[in-house]
């Protein structure tokens, strides 16, 4: 016990700048395992599954084109060989029957939640799969996990690691809906959904073109877009500057195929 200790404590000194992902750029700290990823997914899906007034799931059984359509967009994005945890992480999508919310998420794990809101707002397939793109970035690169780092830091290591709290993990997950990610989380994923679609059939722009239309639609004009996410303008600019860094191959967009899967929807 005193030796991992000690290893823990060395391990915390060095800091985050020694963090560092495979391109050399700094990475926050992230003292969570792969295995936590995947219980904290667990356990927040058991959450959102548990709460059908907060987040009606659409039944998979009764809206099966629905589903195919969705599906299909995921899988595109896991088998464009730019996932790391493609195997790893379960990948489940599931339909929240909401359209006043314009929003997608990942848990950590790979559980992954589509409004109805958003798939109606959206124009063509490209847009939703490089919003999907960005929510499994955020699952893929372990920003909810890094970001818990960053926020209980070696008390909740402890708690784990020494068994002082057995019920951390699940307190903690309960939390993870609520999470922010940082300015810094949210380009990375931006920048993740451009590669991912890069190696697929869509163009890999469709994430710029959902900011671009909630600017269309007065959404994000003041300094920060949600106060700690990067200017939706801005988001634009540097997400086809990393479409032309990959040399600019312009994809499919797929808008007859799209409107397929709003007119399957309720």
């Not at 000690?6 to 050399?24: M, P, Q, T, W």
């Not at 967009?73 to 990948?91: A, P």
């Not at 988001?235 to 994809?251: F, H, M, Q, Y």
Request: glycine content about 8%; aromatic content about 10%; hydrophobic content about 35%.
């Amino acid at each position: 016990m005193r030796n991992r200790l000690f290893i823990v404590l060395a391990f915390l000194s060095i800091g985050l700048g020694a963090c560092k992902d495979e391109e050399g750029n700094s990475k926050g700290l992230n003292l969570f395992s792969l295995q936590d990823d995947k219980d904290f997914g667990k356990q927040v899906s058991a959450e959102i599954e548990s709460d059908p007034a907060t987040y009606p799931i659409l039944d998979s059984a009764q809206y099966p084109e629905a589903y195919a359509h969705l599906h299909r967009i995921t899988n595109n994005i896991l088998n464009s060989g730019r996932v790391q945890y493609k195997d790893e992480f379960v990948w489940q999508t599931k339909i929240i029957h909401d359209d006043s919310v314009l929003n997608a998420f990942c848990t950590p794990g790979g559980y992954i939640y589509v409004y109805t809101g958003l798939i109606k707002f959206l124009d063509s397939e490209d847009q939703l799969a490089g919003v999907m793109g960005h929510e499994i970035a955020h699952a893929d690169e372990r920003h909810s996990t890094e970001a818990l780092t960053k926020q209980y830091g070696t008390e909740v290591l402890f708690a784990i690691l020494f068994g002082n709290d057995p019920g951390a993990l699940a307190q903690i997950a309960k939390g993870l809906l609520s999470l922010q990610y940082s300015r810094t989380n949210e380009t990375e994923a931006d920048m993740r959904s451009v590669e991912y679609l890069y190696e697929t059939e869509y163009d890999a722009r469709g994430v710029a073109r959902f900011f671009e239309k909630l600017i269309a639609a007065g959404a994000g004009e003041g300094p920060e877009f949600l106060s700690t996410h990067p200017n939706p303008s801005n988001r634009v600019e540097a997400i086809t500057d990393k479409w032309t860094e990959l040399g600019g191959k312009t994809g499919e967009t797929f808008v007859d195929r799209y409107k397929e899967f709003k007119n399957s929807l309720p």
